[in-house]
C-alpha cells in the first residue's frame, strides 16, 4: 500500500508531468509549423504607445483542447494543456488544466479563470505559491500568445466562487480590465481551502512575430527571504 501511495503521489506524478509538458511542446510546434493567421489590428494607448487588438477565441467545449499554459517561474520546460471544463472525470484529472463554464475568454473584459491539480495527475498548479509579483502568465492559442502578469496569492474557502467574478470577489463591480485567475485545492494533499492566484493582463503577442519576451528571457530570481 505505501508503494502504491508513493507511486500515486510522487513518482507517478513526475512520470505525468513530463508527459504532458512532452505533448505541450508538441501542441506548440504544430502551431508554429502552421500558417499564421493575419495580424490583428492595432491600437494607440493614451501614453502612445502601439499594442495588437487582442483576438477573443470561442468558449472550449467540455474537454476539447484550448491553448497552452507556460509559467516560465515553472521552469523552461514547463507546458501545460488548457481545455474546456473543470470536472474530474473528463478534464482535470485525465487532460489537465480546465477552464470554468463561465468564464470569460483570453483578450475579453473579465476574468478568463481555470482549474488545476496541485497533487496527483500531473499536478500543474503545484507551484502556485512559487509565483513572484509581475511573473509571466503566458495562454498560448493557435493565433499567439496572452501574456498576464500575476499580482497577488490568497487562500479562500472552497464555497467562495466570486473568485471567479469578471471582477474576482467584487461581483457587482466592473473595471474594464482583464484578469486572469489559477485555482487549485490546499493545502497539499487537502480540499479544505483553495489556493487562487490573481493576475492582470499585459500584452497579445500575434504568432506571425513569434514568442513573447516573457517566454524568451529568464524569469527574475526569487525575492530574498525577510529577516
Not at 491600437?43 to 467545449?61: K, L, N
Not at 500531473?122 to 509571466?136: E, H, R, S, T, Y
Not at 489556493?195 to 514568442?211: D, K, L, M, N
Amino acid at each position: 500500500m505505501l508503494l502504491f501511495v508513493a507511486w500515486q503521489m510522487w513518482i507517478g506524478d513526475i512520470i505525468i508531468a513530463a508527459q504532458k509538458n512532452d505533448e505541450g511542446a508538441a501542441v506548440s510546434q504544430s502551431w508554429a509549423r502552421a500558417e499564421a493567421p493575419e495580424l490583428p489590428p492595432v491600437t494607440e494607448g493614451a501614453d502612445g504607445a502601439v499594442a495588437y487588438v487582442p483576438p477573443v477565441p470561442a468558449a472550449p467545449a467540455d474537454g476539447e483542447l484550448f491553448g497552452q499554459m507556460q509559467i516560465p517561474r515553472f521552469g523552461a520546460d514547463y507546458n501545460f494543456g488548457i481545455y474546456g471544463g473543470t470536472s474530474r472525470a473528463r478534464t482535470l484529472d485525465q487532460k489537465g488544466i480546465g477552464v470554468y463554464t463561465n468564464s470569460k475568454m483570453p483578450g475579453e473584459v473579465g476574468n478568463f479563470s481555470m482549474a488545476g491539480h496541485r497533487t496527483t495527475w500531473g499536478k500543474p498548479f503545484n507551484q502556485l505559491d512559487k509565483l513572484q509579483l509581475n511573473d509571466a502568465i503566458v495562454v498560448e492559442t493557435p493565433d499567439g500568445w496572452y501574456t498576464y502578469r500575476f499580482r497577488t496569492l490568497e487562500y479562500v474557502k472552497p464555497t467562495q466562487t466570486d473568485v471567479l467574478a469578471d471582477v474576482p470577489q467584487m461581483p457587482e463591480q466592473q473595471t474594464g480590465e482583464q484578469y486572469i485567475t489559477l485555482t487549485a485545492c490546499s493545502p497539499l494533499y487537502s480540499l479544505a481551502e483553495r489556493i487562487v492566484a490573481y493576475g492582470v493582463f499585459e500584452s497579445f503577442q500575434p504568432r506571425a512575430e513569434g514568442p513573447p519576451s516573457a517566454l524568451t528571457d529568464p524569469p527574475p530570481p526569487p525575492a530574498a527571504p525577510s529577516v
